[in-house]
DNA sequence: GCGTTATCGAGACCGACAGTTCCGACAAAT
DNA sequence: ATTTGTCGGAACTGTCGGTCTCGATAACGC
């Protein structure tokens, strides 16, 4: 609608203060212009900062890199992504999170994002280390779900859950962004099965 | 050493017809500078025409992106980059190729190759395409071995064998570009165990 | 109250780099 | 002998991440 911001209001000016709407305007700004399904690269930083009705020193100021914007969106929205399920039973709670997170990585939005990240993590070094700590959150949640399942004696416990996470997320990302397989409901519940040596 | 070109004879014209050495000379530098640890993004296309002795537009001419020449530079090497063993024993032919993969990729030369085409794929669709079609061939050996242990009957015939080649070269591409976890010796070693259900 | 100080929006500017275009030279094709 | 396509070299364009400057504004410290 409008050029300039989300709506059509001015922001007040907070003086010598850091102005906290600016910043969730420029948040909410990359994070609408991320989900924006879009076949080249991300946002550049002069769009992010018009649609938020920003100066791209505002966004320098607070962010180190047009990557650590996009990921601190991206963490703020994903909080909620992915529920880490616990019924007790390890091959459902682990068939749930994959199945939740290949259904979520489907959608057309979420792929955008991921995508675009992935990208500017492979451009930047600073944004792969941000990126690294945000893998690194999922990869405790999946953690969580198979320590439990060992602790049940659902596993061996000498088994390398490392090792384990580690390979249903390479095969996640693999063909996520390569794209030789597919990454459907029958994926998840093969996997799980590989997974749990059934 | 020579500013321009690795030597520094000037290479015949041929004329109305393709120069061959140019397109080695293209090549050559484009592997050599791919190979010379940096840590900044990969080379760019004016230094390897200059590296190679060579107008931006002899490059262009004949690749459609700098990731094309990388990438052709790249498949050329790798012909004879990781064998694919037949002894006989799925576990053993798994786990050499495994380990030799992840040796390979520990040296830096191969690492930084990996490590910068993988970035290029990222940022050109082009390239991507041709990426996907390296990664390809490497699969397609992996997916060999397998499918022979099965034939012996090392395997469970109902086995879903693309998503086991994609276990195994999603987790060592995830650990590769992320650096989560190891790619030594026991990983081959682990991933080998779990792959064939021991 | 009043000078100081930090942030704000806006825009000019810089440097890197992918990709394009032009040029004179050259030899094969015709 | 003329035409044609490539070659090496270089200037040029456009995009984009990131920096710098500037006037306006209001909080902060005295």
Known sequence: MTTSGSDGHRRAHTGRRRNEEARQAILDAAL???????HDG???????????????????????????????????????LVPVPDTGSLREDLCTYLAHTFRRAG?????????????????????AELFRQFTQTRRDALHAIVRRGRERGELGPELDLDLLVDQAYGLFWYRFLLG???LNQETAVRLTDALTCQ
Not at 42 to 70: F, M
């Open 180 to 182: 030789h397989g597919p």
């Open 42 to 80: 991300g946002p550049t930083v002069d769009v992010i900062a018009h649609e938020a009705g920003v100066g791209k020193q505002t966004i320098y100021r607070w962010w180190q890199s047009k990557g650590a914007v996009l990921l601190e969106a991206l963490t703020d929205w994903s909080d909620s």
């Open 32 to 38: 609408r212009l991320l989900t924006t399904a879009r």
């Open 107 to 127: 959608e057309p939005a979420t792929a955008a994002v991921l995508r675009t990240l992935a990208a500017e993590a492979a451009r930047d070094p600073g944004t």
